[in-house]
């Protein structure tokens, strides 16, 4: 899966009530883009894809589309288009002078992704195409897979009832997940004469830090009492809802 970058799937992550959640259900990844025919056959035949959720921008769509799968659904949902300062797309990646000056964005970007009002309807949104998705599997992505699809990821498996330890532990995956990807983007950009102290800041932004889904939590927790809250009152996820999805995508 070399030309789908940051792809994993969720199956397999303990659950609640014992269970583990379905295998080739619930997908993650970064932007499907120039698919060798090897990762579109997977995708469409091993994991009987049906839909893909696109996070990212209305620009970055029409930048960098998607491939097209036969028979799959696309569904774009901008979770970021309410939010001014998106650092998360790539042409912002090396704005920013030092590290640190990106941790600390990054931080404040996901504190503002879930207490943003149109992200927070834009995950109701994909969690309701989960919801209703009676056949198949779903693939959600953003630009890199990894800051909009994390939180994405983290809220998913919250409803379903996985431990905090295993979705920081899913959420770090995109280190390892994306060497080789950001290996070529730094070698690309280091042709227009940036600073090392700016590349440093680019290899920064192209992985995560566990400060920033731990940011995401305490902001939740701060502003929503806990997670669970956030789930029902802000996302508008029913308790019902909630039962309904672990009948759907867990199992023995």
Known sequence: METLVNFRDLGDISGADGKKIKPKKILR???????????S??????????KIVDFRS????????????EGTEYIHIDIMKSITHNKTSMDDFIKNATSENVKVDMINTYRDIVVN???????????????NNEEGSVLFHCFAGKDRTGIGAMLVLEILGADREDIFIDFLKTNELRIAANRAIIETVKEY??????????????????SYLEAAYDTICKEYESVEQYIENVLKISQEDVKKLREMYLVY
Not at 29 to 39: F, H, K, Q, R, V
Not at 58 to 69: F, G, M, Q, S
Not at 197 to 208: F, G, I, P, Y
């Open 41 to 50: 056959n997977f995708l469409k035949t091993e994991c009987n894809l049906s």
């Open 29 to 39: 990844a970064g932007e499907p883009i120039n698919l060798s025919d090897t990762a």
């Open 193 to 210: 004469g940036y600073s090392e102290e700016e590349l440093d800041a680019l290899k920064t932004s192209l992985n995560v830090d566990i």
């Open 58 to 69: 209305t620009k970055e769509c029409e930048e960098r589309p998607n491939d097209v799968i």
């Open 117 to 131: 009002l149109e992200a927070q309807e834009s995950y109701r949104e994909f969690i309701n195409i989960l919801l």
